[in-house]
């Protein structure tokens, strides 16, 4: 199965590459390796976040909220890392335990990195082949666990702050399904009085049913950007895009100190350039421009809990 002649050659990258690409097929097919792992353990990772959710009691202090929702945040992180860890750096304990009979190239790799005849140059080029597939696995992985990630931590929100009228993964026509949408019985647009798009982190797509949206709509990104997990804060949103969200009146939803950070970089790289410099001008309009938007568009997570519980007898 495994040509240990060419791996030895020291061009060995071309087959090397070959190998992989049957790997790949090994482990992401339908019923592939990953799937065959993950499987089993996927039911008790999804209750272990919804037990999350529906035991989160109600705060009444919603000076709290945004501390509480970074704690959350990081206890779903931390639920997602028990179940990528494991194949991230245990894989080769993973192969020596598993039923490999559905996968002749994995269980040939198996043998000879457990062979205690084969030279450990070649067990540590396939160590690197299989490190790669794992590598694509993972990553993939923890963007479909990030994306799940802002829906369950907007969801736990809402349970914290004791607000059930929306309803999620509104669909009207054609268009990409909106996350959120309040009240909960909207039937149409035309009931819609709140669109809210989950963001994680960062540039990362701002998804609503842009071309079906009324102007009477308030339209939210609920960003997790700064909170512990996420590795990006509000400062990496580029300044072109905050340009568009404010053209198109998009509020935006996040963490209460990565605002206040952010206000206060701008702040002080504004004292620090000089208006009268031409050579800072763009730099202090760019700074200006977030400003301008953070001040009129942005809220902390307490803000906008403030804001739905004023509004709650309105759509009773």
């Known amino acids: 199965m495994i040509n240990i002649h060419k791996l030895k050659e020291d061009h060995s990258h071309l087959y090397a590459e070959e190998l992989f690409g049957g790997l790949e097929k090994e482990l992401y097919k339908q019923k592939g390796f990953i799937s065959q792992y993950k499987e089993p353990k996927e039911n008790d990772r999804k209750s272990r976040i919804e037990e999350l959710i529906s035991t989160s ?12 929702i970074n704690d959350i945040a990081s206890l779903f992180n931390n639920i997602n890392f028990e ?57 993939q992985s923890k963007k479909t666990n990030a994306g799940e990630a802002g829906k369950h931590i907007l969801k736990t929100f809402f349970k914290l702050i004791g607000f059930d009228n929306y309803s999620s993964e509104f669909r009207s026509g054609t268009g990409s399904a909106t996350d959120f949408v309040i009240p909960k019985n909207s039937r149409s647009i ?25 102007d009477s709509c308030r339209k939210y990104i609920f960003s997790c950007n700064g909170l512990n997990p996420v590795k990006k804060s509000i400062k990496d949103i580029g300044t072109d895009i905050l340009k568009d969200l404010k053209e ?69």
């Open 248 to 316: 198109k009146h998009i509020h935006y939803v996040g963490y209460k100190f990565d605002i206040e950070k952010e206000n206060y970089r701008i702040l002080n790289s504004l004292d620090e350039l000089d208006e009268l410099n031409a050579k800072h001008q763009k730099k202090i309009n760019e700074l200006k421009s977030r400003k301008d938007y953070l001040n009129e568009y942005s809220c902390s997570f307490e803000d906008f809990a403030r804001y739905l519980k004023d509004r709650t007898d309105l759509w009773l």
């Open 190 to 214: 035309a009931d819609i009085e709140i669109l809210i798009a989950v963001q994680i982190s960062s540039n990362d797509r701002t998804r609503m049913v842009k071309s079906e949206l009324r």
């Open 57 to 68: 009691a109600l705060i009444n202090n919603f000076d709290l909220i945004d501390t509480k």
């Open 83 to 139: 179940y990528t860890a494991p194949l991230e750096y245990e894989f080769n304990e993973i192969l020596k335990t598993s039923d490999l009979s559905n996968f002749p190239l994995l269980s040939s790799i198996n043998e000879i990195l457990t062979s205690a005849d084969e030279s450990e140059k070649i067990k540590d080029k396939l160590k690197s082949i299989l490190a790669k597939g794992i590598y694509k696995s993972v990553s």
